[in-house]
């Protein structure tokens, strides 16, 4: 995966700082409404190839399958706990409230677990981006 950057710092490891700028369902035109909440910038640390300085665009690139694995991980697999959670449920013959409240806990579930397994995963082993060249 790619994605355009602007260098920030530069450090003498070979490392730099990068300022990544984050797209918005609105189309990333926060200069008409300025209604996002979000911090539209991210900055990141990534290994410099291309011995870019502060200031210079760059292209910075990571590996997809982590990225895409992650997504999966976030998006996908409390929502397969929700259908198995209420399957289950309903496999026990429970009523169909019950059976609601089940797949909602395993939802719930599987959203914590995720959430604490990423944080654990990013501190071990974050992702890395490379700066892959000058723009």
Known sequence: MTQD??????FPN?????????GTACG???GNCESC???NEIKAFAKNTVHARPGE???IES????IFGAAFLLYIVPFIMFFTGYAIA??????????????FAAFCLAAAAVIIYQRISKRKNPIKFVITQLR
């Open 63 to 66: 590996l997809s399958s982590r």
């Open 14 to 22: 070979g490392m730099a700082e990068v300022a990544v700028s984050r």
């Open 5 to 10: 950057a602007v260098v920030t710092k530069v």
């Open 37 to 39: 909440v979000f911090q």
């Open 28 to 30: 990333s035109n926060c």
């Open 57 to 59: 665009k760059v292209i």
């Open 90 to 103: 309903a496999a026990n013959n429970l009523s169909e409230g019950l059976s609601v409240l089940c797949s």
